[in-house]
């Protein structure tokens, strides 16, 4: 009978010994995310004259950039091109061969 790995046995005492303090961990890697997320920002914060606390608008940002980055690809593979007030730009004849061409969005 072949002995165990001994680096899977070493994962394995970590992943059973750290099970009570995850929870713990993991709330302390996100802080520290969110601090070190908060220090790049603040910099821009102060630029513009704003209190500190509007570095903790960050995260709603990149959620809301998030959301509108996939609604616009989602919108893109649909076929549904640029709208803006109730327009609809057309695609060129350039961008249209070049996407019949290579099956996806007009190389440039």
Same mark, same amino acid.
């Given at each position: ?16 010994? #750290?099970?009570?303090? !995850?929870?713990?961990? *993991?709330? &302390?890697?996100?802080? %520290?995310? $969110? ?6 920002? #603040?910099?821009?914060? !102060?630029?513009?004259? *704003?209190? &500190?606390?509007?570095? %903790?608008? $960050? ?6 950039? #998030? ?6 690809? *989602?919108?893109?593979?649909?076929? %549904? ?28």
């Amino acid at each position: 009978m072949a002995e165990p790995d001994s680096n899977i046995t070493t994962r394995m005492f970590w992943i059973i010994s #750290l099970r009570p303090f !995850r929870r713990w961990l *993991l709330s &302390g890697l996100c802080l %520290l995310a $969110l601090g070190a997320m908060g220090a790049a920002y #603040l910099p821009t914060v !102060r630029f513009y004259g *704003l209190p &500190g606390a509007w570095v %903790l608008t $960050l995260p709603f940002a990149a959620v809301l950039f #998030l959301a509108m980055t996939v609604s616009s690809a *989602l919108n893109y593979r649909r076929g %549904l091109r640029a709208r803006w007030k109730g327009r609809d730009y057309a695609v060129t004849r350039e961008q249209q061969a070049g996407e019949d061409a290579s099956g996806g969005a007009p190389r440039r």
